[in-house]
């Protein structure tokens, strides 16, 4: 049975929301990280919840469940979406850029606060 213009389409388009799904799960996984280990370390760090939204200091638990509800979205988007193999090539680097992105926006974002964005100014550069 061949394959018409709209079963490709529906493929072509059906592919796409995958690759969107494994970039935004690799974004949330990315994000889980600093606030999980924040949080078990015992360290208050940004959260959506401080005040100010992502300026403010928030308590260790809440940067452990952040972290945590981060870790199960990016699941769900990652292995609930699609049908993710992480031997195939793009599915592993849509879901790369969206670590790297995640972890590019975040060290700037969090670098102002911590001395990350001009480390000789911190005096943390060696």
Known sequence: ????????????????????????????????VPHFVSGMLGRPFQSPFAKPPGQG??????????GF????????????VGNFDA???HHVIALGLGVLLSGMTAAHGFGRFHGGNSPEESGTFR
Not at 70 to 75: D, E, S, T, W
Request: glycine share 6%; charged share 5%.
């Open 69 to 80: 509800f981060n870790m199960a979205v990016g699941y769900v988007l990652i292995c609930r």
């Open 87 to 89: 031997h195939l090539t």
């Open 57 to 66: 200091l928030s308590s260790s638990k809440v940067n452990v469940l952040w």
């Open 1 to 32: 049975m061949p394959l018409t213009q709209l079963d490709i389409s529906a493929a072509l388009m059906t592919e796409w929301t995958h690759h969107a799904s494994y970039f935004l799960g690799g974004a949330f996984l990315a994000n889980a």
